[in-house]
């Protein structure tokens, strides 16, 4: 379930570029979906506001969608 | 409030009678200027009044069947739409304000093309930008319309720095046609005025770009440029270009690769080009940042962006292993640049007197690639070496330009172009010969390239991209991420400790990092440690190649050799870091 609201966020972040069903779906890392800098910014102040924590920029988990959705679970804990 | 154009003078077009746009807009008002605001207001002040190095020359083309009418009505619709083109710059008493007049009137030339109204428009935009704008009288927009055989092309425009910045002109491009074709556009939610009331909100914004700020001049070499200056090539800076499809698709290959950005790749390329040539593992940017990743500034025309500090530890290893760290602070960085600059400068002044030595971060990067990225380069797969070899048959370089004046060291900077690595490098030859620039364009190319193929150590950086590396004479020695000439820093000290004597020793900190104590024989006026770091700093404005000892030992008289100081009686000693209101010597 967090998964799928993290890949919404993922979405809504580029701007409506990924699709949250594309994100769900790569193997690959944020970046190689097309994910710039500026879609980076916006999806860390969306988690940040949808789950009230803190991303911490020095964690090498924004890369994948399962390593910020580790990240996520691990704050809300 | 009123605007006009300059005479026109471009060949191929005649000049029709001006027209006059008269426009109404929602509301006016003042207030203090916008953080954004304040950092290009602070940029023009650094030239002369009238110098139009912050005009931006633009074009706009009109499609369609718009009659000259429905031009200028566009052209009055936009400046009632968006209070930035309808702001100027007063001052206030206790410096400057924003007011923005609620209407007034534009004059706008109308001329007739020969033939080719874009091209005439370009050349045209560029005549109405040569002319500095009075910030406080004029409009910060002039403009010109360009037809053929009577039927309106094209807009020319000159325009402020500080009224639009790039992502403005996207949002003002993307606006134009729907304007010319009368639609009727919802108004922007979020004006100069709405952001500059925001950032005074009651907390204010800014606290973790403060902090950002705050650990990344602790940790900043205080100058990538210290080094001894060399004879300035006249006019002292200069500015190369490249256009290079092969940089971009190396770099797209790299950050696929490392999970990164292509800005993040280029941030860290120049990082560690310029380390490479400057003999430093750690480097220091500033990063121009747009502050649009916010819904409201997104939507918002006007200066948003701000100087960013990025520190990038590029480590022992390769220029591969330094790509994630390095992201992670190039992202950092970007989400940490909406700030109070006078925090910031304050906070600026404290860390330098604290480190002992002005802290210089004239090293700036410009990513203004549209959303930070290339779109349409070339199919070359970046894993085909020979294929990548060839495209780099179609690279160009070229000289940009000499000036001057400009307030950077070293300025590097992607342009707009979408299918290629568009690039610009800009050195200050007082430090840096200009074929620097030129190099390092070559330097960047071969770098990327290169590190698709092969891992590439950060050591070799400067021999894989054809730099020569700086030489330090003899005296010059690293302490913590600086280089310090203790020649220079012990003639610093006798100036200031004159007429008495003085003497400047290096010794262990403690922690096996070498420490500077300067020895002197105490007087009036330079009877603290407090007092003689004061001084020092005074006399070390500036300088970039000297550092304030960390540690004062004052005696009553000097010793019998020169060897001796460590064993003359002391009558005081200390850092002489203790906050006082001499603090402010370095008067940014």
Redesign the interface.
């Known amino acids: 379930m967090l998964r799928e609201r993290v890949a919404e966020l993922v979405a809504k972040a580029s701007g409506g570029e990924l699709a949250a069903a594309d994100v769900l779906a790569a193997s690959?890392?944020?970046?190689?979906l097309?994910?710039?800098?500026?879609a980076?910014?916006?999806l860390?102040?969306l988690v940040e506001t949808e789950f009230d924590c803190d991303v911490d920029?020095?964690?090498?988990y924004?890369?994948?969608l399962d390593g910020l959705v580790e990240h996520i679970a691990g704050q809300l804990k | 409030m009123t605007g006009s154009p300059s005479a026109a003078q471009v060949t191929g077009l005649t000049a029709l009678p001006p027209r006059t746009v008269e426009f109404r807009g929602a509301r006016g008002g003042q207030a203090a200027l916008t953080w954004g605001q304040q950092g290009i207001w602070r940029s023009t002040r650094w030239l002369d009044d009238g110098d139009p190095y912050f005009n931006l020359a633009w074009t706009l083309p009109v499609t369609g069947a718009a009659d000259l009418d429905a031009v200028l009505r566009a052209v009055g619709r936009l400046i009632e739409r968006h209070e930035t083109l309808r702001t100027a710059y007063v001052p206030d008493g206790k410096g400057t304000s924003q007011r923005v007049s609620r209407e007034g009137r534009l004059t706008v030339g109308v001329y007739e093309a020969a033939a080719k109204p874009m091209s005439a428009a370009k050349a045209l935009a560029a005549e109405l930008a040569s002319t500095g704008f009075d910030y406080a009288a004029e409009l910060p927009i002039r403009c010109a319309v360009v037809c053929l055989k009577g039927r309106p092309r094209a807009l020319a425009l000159a325009l402020s720095h500080l009224a639009l910045d790039g992502w403005s002109l996207n949002m003002v491009a993307a606006e134009w046609p729907r304007l010319v074709a009368g639609e009727d556009l919802p108004a922007p939610e979020w004006q100069p005025l709405d952001q500059a009331a925001f950032e005074r909100s009651d907390p204010p914004p800014g606290s973790q770009a403060l902090r950002h700020w705050r650990t990344g001049l602790a940790s900043a070499p205080r100058s990538m440029f210290d080094f001894p200056r060399r004879e300035p090539e006249e006019p002292r800076f200069v500015r190369y270009g490249m256009d290079s499809p092969a940089a971009a698709i190396a770099a797209e290959a790299l950050a696929a690769r490392h999970g990164v950005t292509t800005s993040s790749v280029l941030t860290v390329a120049c990082a560690a080009l310029l380390g490479a040539v400057t003999g430093h593992r750690t480097a220091a940017l500033q990063l121009i940042v747009s502050n649009r990743h916010h819904p409201r500034m997104g939507g918002m025309a006007g200066p948003a962006a701000q100087d960013g500090l990025c520190v990038i530890d590029l480590g022992d290893g390769t220029f591969a292993d330094a790509l994630g760290p390095g992201h992670r602070r190039t992202m950092a960085t970007y989400r940490n640049g909406h700030y109070d600059p006078a925090l910031v400068l304050a906070a600026w002044d404290e860390q330098a007197w604290r480190r002992g030595a002005d802290i210089d971060l004239d090293a700036f990067f410009n990513d203004v690639r549209h959303a930070g990225r290339w779109q349409g380069l070339p199919p070359v797969d970046a894993g085909d070496p020979a294929a990548l070899a060839a495209l780099r048959g179609r690279t160009r370089t070229f000289f940009v330009g000499a000036y001057a004046k400009v307030k950077a060291k070293i300025f590097f900077a992607t342009g707009p172009a979408p299918a290629s690595c568009e690039f610009y490098v800009l050195v200050d030859t007082a430090f840096l010969p200009g074929r620097t620039a030129e190099r390092m364009l070559a330097g960047l190319e071969e770098l990327l390239v290169r590190a698709v193929t092969e891992e590439v150590p950060l050591d070799r950086v400067a021999q894989v991209a054809g730099l020569e590396p700086v030489r330090r004479p003899a005296g010059w020695t690293a302490i913590g991420p600086d280089w310090v000439s203790l020649p220079e820093t012990e003639a610093l000290l006798r100036r200031v400790c004159a007429p008495g004597p003085a003497a400047l020793a290096v010794e262990d900190g403690g922690d096996g990092t070498p420490r500077l104590t300067g020895y002197l024989v105490a007087h009036p006026g330079l009877d603290t440690p407090e007092a003689v770091h004061t001084a020092v700093m005074r006399a070390a404005a500036g300088r970039t190649d000297v550092l304030a000892p960390h540690r004062y030992v004052l005696c009553p008289a000097p010793p019998a050799t020169p060897a001796g100081w460590a064993g003359c009686p002391r009558l005081a000693e200390g850092d002489g870091r203790t906050p006082s209101p001499a603090t402010t010597v370095l008067g940014r």
């Open positions: 690959c890392g944020l970046p190689a097309g994910l710039n800098s500026l980076y910014l916006r860390i102040d920029l020095d964690g090498g924004l890369d994948t």
